[in-house]
């Protein structure tokens, strides 16, 4: 409750209302009722969604990469109910390690394809947090937006709140070591970590079929695009 009556500049009233929408949403969405199993490792691994470690400001991390997010019509809720539970989680996390540290958002672009951005994917994100994580983002860290996305980004950031959207930052690899060690980040990102993030016991696409639209025939086509087989 305290966050939300913080976020609705401590007029209760409205911060009640605000924690019963943001609670109708929770169930409506099914959130407490997902299991990992519900879930796909190739889109955690292929999307490298992760939560992770804390940053140099013991912050937990957030993170996800863009560049091989291609749409996939009929794959497209179960991403959301990934994006959403890793949120949710991330938002879980922090409270434990102390809400006034929060969590810093990553969302690497490097080398992403105009084509593979999802723009209506990108606004339920900030739909989410804007409705139902108002204080959780302490930072957002936005990592090599290519020069054509750029337009785009900024929309999108536009829909935050002003006080998380004056939490975005832009970042190189290297710029992003003054938040995060080395031991930290993922190689992909140019440190030195491994081994990704992908919970114990998280289902498998083939696994999924004939669950919240998916079909065999998107499967193949995931598969066939990243590769997979």
């Not at 990934?82 to 102390?98: H, T, V």
């Not at 498998?204 to 087989?229: C, D, P, R, W």
Request: aromatic share 12%; glycine share 4%; charged share 25%.
């Amino acid at each position: 409750m305290s966050i939300f009556v913080s976020d609705s500049n401590n007029e209760i009233d409205s911060a009640y209302q605000n924690l019963l929408r943001t609670l109708a949403w929770k169930k409506s969405f099914g959130l407490h009722q997902f299991k990992l199993s519900d879930f796909s490792s190739e889109i955690y691994d292929i999307y490298c969604f992760e939560i992770y470690s804390k940053d140099k400001f013991n912050r937990i991390i957030l993170s996800e990469s863009y560049k091989r997010q291609k749409y996939f019509s009929e794959l497209d809720q179960l991403v959301r109910n990934i994006i959403a539970y890793q949120i949710e989680k991330a938002d879980r996390l922090a409270f434990e390690n102390g809400p006034e540290n929060g969590v810093i958002y990553l969302g690497d672009f490097t080398d992403t394809p105009v084509l593979h951005l999802n723009v209506p994917l990108a606004k339920f994100r900030v739909d989410v947090i804007n409705q139902h994580y108002p204080l959780m983002c302490q930072k957002i860290g936005l990592i090599n937006v290519p020069f054509l996305l750029k337009p785009v980004i900024k929309l999108i950031v536009s829909f935050l709140k002003p006080s998380i959207k004056n939490a975005v930052e832009n970042y190189t690899y290297e710029t992003l070591k003054e938040q995060i060690s080395d031991e930290v980040l993922h190689e992909d990102m140019k440190g030195n970590r491994k081994k990704r993030e992908i919970p114990e016991g998280t289902g498998t696409l083939k696994n999924l079929i004939g669950k919240v639209g998916i079909t065999e025939e998107a499967v193949k086509q995931f598969y066939k695009f990243h590769q997979l087989e």
